[in-house]
């Protein structure tokens, strides 16, 4: 891939981050536009291991048009954990429960 054309991304969000985390470099990954505009908006995250989790709030469709699977990984420091798990349980934990929530009521 080549990294000209990644984006720079926070795993925490600024907003969200104190001063220190903000300029912690391991609060960071690069990912392609289309992966990084996912991923802040908690329709993405990863695993411990890097495996790629998608929300139920993206169809097929989606997927395909967007390049997400199940299969994607990428390479975690352990420094990163702590951010990592911070957005799985904050951002993309939030956007699977407003999908789910959303269709009980439906």
Request: glycine share 2%; proline share 2%.
């Amino acid at each position: 891939m080549d990294e000209r054309l990644l984006v720079a991304s926070h795993i925490k969000p600024w907003s969200k981050s104190n001063n220190r985390e903000r300029l912690d470099v391991n609060n960071g990954l690069l990912l392609c536009p289309n992966h990084d505009a996912l991923f802040d908006k908690g329709h993405i995250s990863f695993e411990k291991d890097g495996l790629l989790l998608i929300s139920n709030s993206l169809d097929k469709y989606s997927k395909i048009f967007l390049n997400t699977n199940e299969t994607m990984k990428i390479d975690l420091k352990v420094e990163q954990q702590k951010y990592m798990k911070w957005h799985r349980d904050n951002l993309f934990k939030i956007m699977n429960n407003t999908i789910i929530n959303k269709l009980a009521i439906e």
